[in-house]
């Protein structure tokens, strides 16, 4: 959770957002339908309601963070501990604003989401796994991985458990990318 220290703003997405007291941290709002929060544990004025089920919470969070330019995020609790939602948090990530810089902590990994406007040059130990998804066709181009690509490719399995080769590696596209690089 020490990571959270560089963030001005932290941001519980409804129930996340009492896990988050439960570690000792409290965030600056909480966003979502509030269908799981327990309200009694967070002021009021700190409560953003956004009605529907067109999009789930992190959607509507991200969506928030946008408009009001905060646009460097590290998201916690990614999973929901329940795969379908964690599959949306995917499409969430997928579908955010591309202006967003969004990075999601795991206990083994840390998923990196590019897009044309954030193209990225990572500084990682030779032989660290990494691997590639899109949700869509596009362009990827990396350098310092064992099997660079310079192609497009769609949702599938070419990306996966590629290894670095050098201690930067790089990776340029022309829309959203995941990258998950392993940390343990």
């Keep these: ?13 409804d129930s996340g957002a009492d896990l988050a007291l439960e570690y000792g941290i409290t965030p600056n ?13 967070h ?10 089920q067109q999009d ?11 408009e009001k330019n905060l646009t460097t995020i590290c998201i916690l609790g ?7 939602h964690e599959l949306a948090n995917y499409a969430a990530l997928h579908n955010a604003n591309e202006s967003l810089d969004i990075r999601v902590i795991l206990d083994d990994m840390i998923i990196h989401r590019i897009t044309n406007t954030n193209d990225c040059v990572y500084n990682v130990p030779v032989g660290t796994t990494v691997s590639i998804f899109c949700f869509e066709n596009t362009h990827v181009k990396t ?21 670095t080769n050098d201690e930067e590696f790089t990776i340029t596209s022309n829309g959203p ?6 940390i343990s």
């Design 143 to 163: 350098t310092g991985l064992e099997w660079n690509l310079d192609d497009e490719i769609g949702f599938s399995s070419r990306g996966l458990s590629n290894k």
């Design 177 to 182: 990318v995941f990258v998950l690089i392993h």
């Design 56 to 66: 789930n919470d992190l959607s509507k969070a991200l969506r928030i963070c946008a």
């Design 43 to 52: 002021p009021e004025k700190k409560l953003i309601f956004i009605e529907g």
């Design 29 to 41: 709002l909480i966003i979502g339908d509030l269908d799981s929060v327990n309200k009694e544990n």
């Design 78 to 84: 990614f999973t929901g501990k329940r795969n379908d």
């Design 1 to 13: 959770m020490s990571c959270l220290q560089d963030f001005e703003h932290i941001i519980g997405v």
